[in-house]
């Protein structure tokens, strides 16, 4: 039988010690102390890629804003209006993030299109824009689940902040079925449940 080791007010006083002192050491670092096990480089790395995604759906979102037209686009402009808006939101989120790991984001609008998880397309009819706006979401739904998994406990701020993202991009993608289903007049989900 193993005996448990009980840490005592001393052994907490000295782990406090301890912390305080790599606290101070390496302060070029910024928020990446010692118990960061994640690779710092790769994780950049990734949310460059995380913030290219995001930048490229809210391009997506604005220019099917302005390019969609018909007797019953204005609710869906609206819609797509409110998307633009929050996927601007997640792409400040990441970039800050960025920022906080010691990299510097990248806001090059050459490489987005190469790094985005989406494409960027160019659709002609409302339809097609829903659809395209759809397919997007479920990409980026996707991914991020993938890359919440990778971080785990390893980083887990970076973690959290996909999951909340992720909640809205869940939302997106429903939103975008939901359009889809009352511009299309069929719905999707089956009376059988």
Same mark, same amino acid.
Request: charged share 25%; aromatic share 4%; with cysteine.
């Given at each position: ?6 840490? %005592?007010? %001393?052994?907490? $006083?000295? =782990? ?5 002192? &790599? #606290?101070?050491? =390496?302060?070029?670092?910024? #928020? ?9 480089? &790769? ?16 391009? &997506?979102? %604005?220019?099917?804003?302005?390019? #969609?037209?018909?007797?019953? /686009?204005?609710?869906? *402009? ?9 996927? @601007? ?11 906080? $790991?010691?990299? !510097?984001?990248?806001? =090059? ?8 998880? /989406? ?6 009819? $409302?339809?097609?824009?829903? *659809? ?21 406990? *390893? ?5 959290? @902040? ?5 909640? !809205?991009?869940?939302?997106? #993608? =429903?939103?975008? &079925? ?7 007049? %069929?719905? @999707? ?5």
């Amino acid at each position: 039988m193993q005996q448990r080791q009980v840490q %005592t007010h %001393t052994d907490f $006083l000295t =782990n406090v010690v301890q912390l305080r002192e &790599r #606290a101070r050491a =390496n302060l070029e670092d910024g #928020a990446v102390t010692p118990s960061y096990t994640e690779d710092v480089q &790769r994780t950049i790395e990734i949310l460059q890629s995380v913030l290219a995604t995001e930048l490229v759906c809210s391009l &997506r979102y %604005t220019m099917n804003a302005l390019a #969609a037209s018909g007797i019953s /686009s204005e609710g869906v *402009k609206k819609e797509f209006d409110q998307h633009a808006m929050e996927e @601007m939101q997640h792409a400040r989120l990441v970039a800050e993030r960025i920022n906080q $790991l010691g990299g !510097k984001p990248d806001f =090059n609008p050459a490489k987005l299109t190469a790094k985005s998880a /989406s494409q960027y397309t160019e659709a002609e009819t $409302l339809v097609e824009m829903i *659809k395209e706006n759809l397919i997007a979401e479920r990409i980026a739904c996707e991914h991020y689940r993938e890359l919440i998994r990778h971080f785990s406990d *390893k980083d887990p701020t970076t973690r959290i @902040m996909l999951e909340q993202i992720l909640m !809205k991009e869940e939302e997106h #993608a =429903n939103d975008m &079925r939901d359009l889809l289903v009352a511009h299309e007049g %069929t719905p @999707m989900l089956s009376d059988t449940a």
